[in-house]
């Protein structure tokens, strides 16, 4: 059957699960193979329980739902990866679901380089800024972004 994947890049060498793993090396993830482990999930772990990722108030175990953004959508940037914006999941998701703009500019506090973007979490830090809560908040010059639009040079990260 077909089935959703992840491919990823070891970036250094590491055992994991008893194999050896050499940096560059390419890593296939099985995404629907993801959060099974009964150990963890108990023995209902195969069963689609998406409440089951929340714990507290965190969210474990998010690489499942981590393929979407990777998979469908727009992609203004060229970022060497499969990252896409789904701006229809944009709100809903506090603007993660403007993926690609985050792998463009991965330090930026604010996701919205076009009118019809959506971030309420950009809204929730410019506000923390307002009131002096929040500081060191980064987002990309417009000359910034157009340039980053027609090149595939990645921005330098603020200090």
Not at 112 to 119: A, L, Q
Not at 135 to 146: G, V, Y
């Amino acid at each position: 059957p077909v089935a959703p994947v992840l491919q990823r890049r070891a970036t250094e060498a590491v055992a994991l699960g008893g194999a050896q793993i050499a940096a560059g090396d390419l890593i296939i993830v099985d995404v629907a193979a993801t959060n099974t482990d009964p150990a963890v999930y108990g023995n209902d772990a195969h069963l689609f329980k998406p409440g089951r990722q929340l714990v507290g108030r965190a969210l474990r175990g998010g690489l499942n739902f981590s393929a979407g953004p990777h998979s469908c959508g727009f992609r203004p940037f060229e970022c060497g990866d499969r990252s896409a914006n789904n701006h229809l999941l944009a709100p809903i998701t506090f603007g993660s679901a403007l993926h690609n703009n985050h792998h463009a500019f991965p330090a930026s506090a604010d996701l919205t380089f076009n009118w019809w973007h959506v971030d309420p979490s950009s809204w929730i830090i410019r506000l923390l800024g307002a009131l002096g809560l929040a500081s060191k908040i980064h987002h990309p010059t417009r000359e910034a972004i157009e340039l980053r639009r027609r090149t595939r040079s990645m921005p330098a990260l603020p200090r």
